[in-house]
């Protein structure tokens, strides 16, 4: 989604965006498509594939990454920028890709391997450029901070309208949840049950928005639908940024949809689903803009807490706010023209 947000912002200035994904679960080639872009898909090895059939994705020891390189060549022609967002990739795969572009630009959150690249993009709140200057060339420039988070324009357009709303907010009522795009132990339910177990629950209007990849039936949801004055089910949205700014308060992951909220000044209460969030999730929390929870009995507590005390929700909204302000790829694209 975070490349997406910068395709959509590169369009008006390049003759060509290109796409290349593997095929595994998960992918979506199919929106990618519906952008307006070009994508092609490189078939998964069935003998390198990991076993890991719950999350189709390819095991750190058997993914090579000469292969992966020569297939990911044989799928483009030369490029002006390659831009690359994949956890199991490192120099090594850089390298072998530096023939075939003349710039290439590293999308990281975890600053735990070395790159080969022009640009390192890491945008995690509090990231400092220092925690990768071992890992990169001299020569590279790094952007660190969520001051470069890659939003679609939307965020930023409604980032004004919303912060007023979130002023003048005498109670919260309607709540967004949004577990990611798979949600594989259906915690949007644990949220739903959470959220029917606090005082004055029946005055919530509730929007539940299920990822692509939701893998799980509606009835579980439905089946509290009578307890809150609205339950709104919706599936692979096109105008979040819109449902952000219409709510008062999020239940979700603390994945790229964390600089969506902080945008729209959105407190969230926020389930760590991978363990590549959990920085995220920590640096967040200390500033104010979420908190954490565990399971339905501590996500109740802090529920409960937070609708009411008028001066915490605010707190959260000021500290949300000042952390990402949505034109994160736009300082981006700047550095790319600079290169």
Not at 211 to 229: C, M, N, R, T
């Amino acid at each position: 989604m975070r490349c997406l947000a910068l395709a959509g912002h590169l369009r008006p200035h390049v003759s060509d965006v290109h796409f290349v994904c593997r095929q595994l679960q998960g992918e979506m080639h199919q929106l990618i498509e519906q952008r307006g872009f070009r994508c092609s898909l490189i078939p998964v090895d069935e003998a390198t594939r990991s076993e890991n059939s719950e999350t189709g994705t390819c095991a750190a020891s058997t993914f090579n990454q000469s292969d992966d390189a020569r297939q990911t060549t044989s799928q483009t022609d030369t490029v002006d920028w390659l831009i690359v967002d994949n956890y199991e990739i490192d120099r090594h795969w850089e390298r072998a890709m530096r023939p075939v572009c003349r710039r290439l630009l590293v999308i990281d959150d975890l600053a735990n391997r070395p790159h080969d690249c022009d640009i390192l993009l890491d945008q995690t709140f509090g990231r400092e450029v220092d925690q990768y200057r071992s890992l990169v060339a001299k020569a590279c420039t790094v952007l660190t901070g969520s001051d470069y988070a890659l939003l679609g324009p939307e965020f930023a357009a409604h980032r004004t309208a919303a912060l007023a709303r979130r002023k003048q907010c005498d109670g919260i009522r309607d709540v967004l949840v949004s577990m990611g795009g798979s949600d594989l132990s259906n915690m949007t339910v644990e949220a739903l049950r959470a959220l029917a177990a606090i005082t004055d629950s029946e005055r919530l209007a509730v929007t539940v928005v299920a990822g692509p990849q939701y893998a799980h039936s509606d009835a579980s949801l439905i089946a509290v639908a009578s307890i809150f004055e609205k339950l709104d089910v919706k599936h692979n949205v096109s105008n979040m940024a819109e449902l952000m700014a219409a709510s008062d308060l999020a239940i979700g992951t603390a994945g790229t949809t964390s600089w969506e909220r902080c945008c729209l000044g959105l407190p969230a209460l926020v389930y760590v689903s991978a363990d590549n969030q959990r920085e995220v999730a920590r640096g967040l929390e200390a500033a104010g803009a979420i908190q954490q929870w565990r399971s339905a009995a501590e996500l109740q507590e802090q529920l409960e807490d937070i609708m009411n005390d008028a001066s915490l929700y605010q707190s959260a909204v000021a500290a949300a706010s000042g952390i990402c302000d949505g034109l994160g790829v736009e300082r981006v694209v700047s550095a790319m023209r600079s290169c």
